[in-house]
């Protein structure tokens, strides 16, 4: 397991915990990041990335992204 900003791009993969405190993790979770659900890291620029997540695109910064383990 590793943050998603480790992944390569083009790469799917399966989100497996998401890290932090409760306020955070709803958030990412309203975005549509659960435990189970494919993301694919898009394009990624100085540890922001961009994803696609539940057909959409989602930009994050390196700091929430660390919190999306995959």
Do not use: H, Q, W, Y
Request: aromatic content about 2%.
């Amino acid at each position: 397991m590793m943050p998603i900003t480790m992944t390569r791009i083009g790469c799917e993969s399966t989100i497996k915990k998401i890290n932090g405190n409760d306020e955070a993790k709803n958030f990412l979770r309203s975005l549509g990041f659960i435990e189970g659900e494919k993301v694919t890291v898009l394009n990624e620029i100085g540890g922001n990335v961009i994803v696609n997540v539940k057909d959409s695109r989602i930009a994050l910064n390196k700091s929430m992204a660390n919190r999306i383990i995959v």
